[in-house]
């Protein structure tokens, strides 16, 4: 399989350590009470979208769950093994469509399972 190397990511779409230290400035944006910052900030921080990297951490998003886990490997710009670290223990490759989203590979964009990066969060429904 060729790979891409010159592809170029849109706008929008920031590194990891970017994306975490974004993260970190709204922190002390908080202990600061600087609130527009933080505001700024915040707003800035739902706009952006993490490139994939090894070791990115990231959320599978089911119905009712969420797991979290990391890129395990990046076969293409555009397509990602993620390992997840939650109570399923599985791995899915992902496309990106697009839509800007992540969905497991086969998958249709509005019902497959989805991915986001940048942050882990765990989240098991009880009342099934």
Known sequence: MKKDTNFEWPEGYITYEA?????DEREQAIARKDWDRYHELDEAIDRVKVIPAVGVPGT??????SC??????VIT????VFKE??????TYTFTLRKNGRWVEQGEKSRD?????LGWA???YCQEI
């Not at 979290?68 to 490997?73: D, L, M, N, P, T």
């Not at 670290?85 to 599985?90: D, P, Q």
């Open 19 to 23: 994306y975490k230290a974004m993260k």
């Open 60 to 65: 599978v998003h089911y119905y009712t769950d």
């Open 68 to 73: 979290s886990g990391h890129v395990e490997r």
């Open 77 to 80: 710009p555009k397509k990602l």
């Open 85 to 90: 670290t939650g109570i399923y223990h599985s």
């Open 112 to 116: 497959g399972l989805v991915l986001t």
């Open 121 to 123: 969060h765990d989240y």
